[in-house]
């Protein structure tokens, strides 16, 4: 089983829908998860740390799910602009100190 | 504040010629970490520095890659003998810190060089 798993997509949604991904991670003593975003040719830009439960920030809510190893992240009302790769990313304490990335989401949002 | 940067932001060479990148992380982030992004594929980890602590090597995937970090800012990625597999987007990112649950441990990436073997 691959460290950090996603779904690489890719999920193709009308404007304003709401979209989710999962990320499934294999390391129970993971302690800190995150979500980047990647747009085409250019570098992954931080969107949302989750170091608890899950937070929200606009249209954006990240979930983390201990229990299952997994985070989620919520899109709600996509735009045309949030079309990207999203990563997320998964590190352990006490581990290599190396953060863990998935492969990516890619989400194309469409009129 | 300035984010972290890397030069060139592209770089054409020809097979067999040696490339050194460079990375200036942020200012006051102790770790500093090398990845390679071919097109259409995810990061792939190379090196990684901490403080004064010698660097994880384990990514590189040969020994024509090798890299410093000088006075624990800026750093050089050295590919030697280039070859056309070579060619990707080398990303350099720095975080202020490595505690995973910290906050500490957040990644910002620079814009990468866009290399280029023929």
């Known amino acids: 089983r691959k460290e950090v798993e996603q779904d690489p997509g890719p999920f193709n949604v009308p404007e304003g829908a709401t979209v989710a991904f999962n990320c499934t991670y294999s390391?129970?003593?993971?302690?800190?998860f995150f979500w980047y975003r990647q747009d085409c040719r250019k570098e992954p830009k931080l969107l949302m740390s989750v170091y608890s439960s899950g937070n929200e920030d606009g249209r954006f809510t990240a979930q983390l799910n201990r229990a299952s190893q997994y985070i989620s992240l919520l899109i709600r009302d996509s735009k045309l602009s949030d079309s990207a790769t999203y990563l997320c990313v998964v590190n352990h304490p006490g581990g290599s100190y190396i953060p863990t990335f998935g492969r990516g989401t890619s989400l194309i949002v469409h009129p | 504040g300035a984010g972290v940067s890397q030069s060139p932001s592209n770089k054409v060479t020809e097979k067999g010629k040696d490339v050194e990148l460079r990375c200036d992380p942020i200012s006051g982030h102790t770790a500093l970490y090398w990845y390679r992004q071919s097109l259409g594929q995810g990061l792939e980890f190379l090196i990684y520095f901490q403080g004064n602590s010698a660097p994880d090597k384990s990514g590189l995937p040969s020994d024509r890659f090798s890299a410093e970090r000088t006075g624990g800012s800026v750093s050089t990625l050295t590919i030697q003998r280039t070859q056309q597999e070579d060619s990707a987007v080398y990303l350099c990112?720095?975080?202020f810190g490595i505690g995973a649950g910290t906050g500490t441990d957040t990644q910002y990436f620079g814009p990468g060089t866009r290399l280029t073997v023929l």
């Open positions: 390391n129970s003593a993971s302690q800190s």
């Open positions: 990112a720095s975080s």
